[in-house]
């Protein structure tokens, strides 16, 4: 499971945050933690708009896709309480109009939206890691 996760946190991040030096368990424990705080950013973000995940999602991390269902989820009622809601949130979260504007041309617009969702929050808390 972490393995794949290892994967999408380094194909985000603008670098690789760990030296080839250390060992397979310390690596797995940093994508660990970094997913698991990643997770928590998400759910801060999305707690202001009163939108929550499962209990889980606070306390142990999950896959990538796992990741992305969830904020789809929290998506979809977003957008049903109204446009309004949903640009707060991607102002929350930092997501570019333009980027948001772009998406909802697709026909896979919640996958899309999570994925830059999940990106913006991953870089948050990277960002926030180096500074």
């Not at 794949?4 to 368990?25: D, F, G, V």
């Not at 310390?26 to 708009?49: G, M, R, V």
């Not at 041309?105 to 500074?131: G, N």
């Amino acid at each position: 499971m972490m393995e794949n996760n290892s994967e999408w946190i380094h194909s985000i991040l603008p670098e690789k945050p760990l030296e080839n030096n250390i060992s397979q368990q310390q690596k797995t424990a940093y994508n660990e933690e970094f997913i698991l705080k990643t997770q928590q950013q998400i759910n801060k973000d999305f707690a202001k708009f009163n939108l929550e995940f499962r209990e889980s999602f606070n306390l142990e991390p999950w896959t990538k896709e796992k990741i992305e269902v969830a904020i789809g989820e929290n998506l979809v009622i977003i957008i049903k309480m109204g446009e309004t809601k949903l640009m707060q949130l991607l102002y929350t979260i930092d997501i570019p109009e333009q980027t948001f504007l772009s998406l909802t041309q697709e026909k896979d617009f919640i996958q899309l939206l999570s994925q830059a969702i999940l990106k913006r929050e991953a870089m948050k808390v990277f960002f926030r890691s180096k500074f």
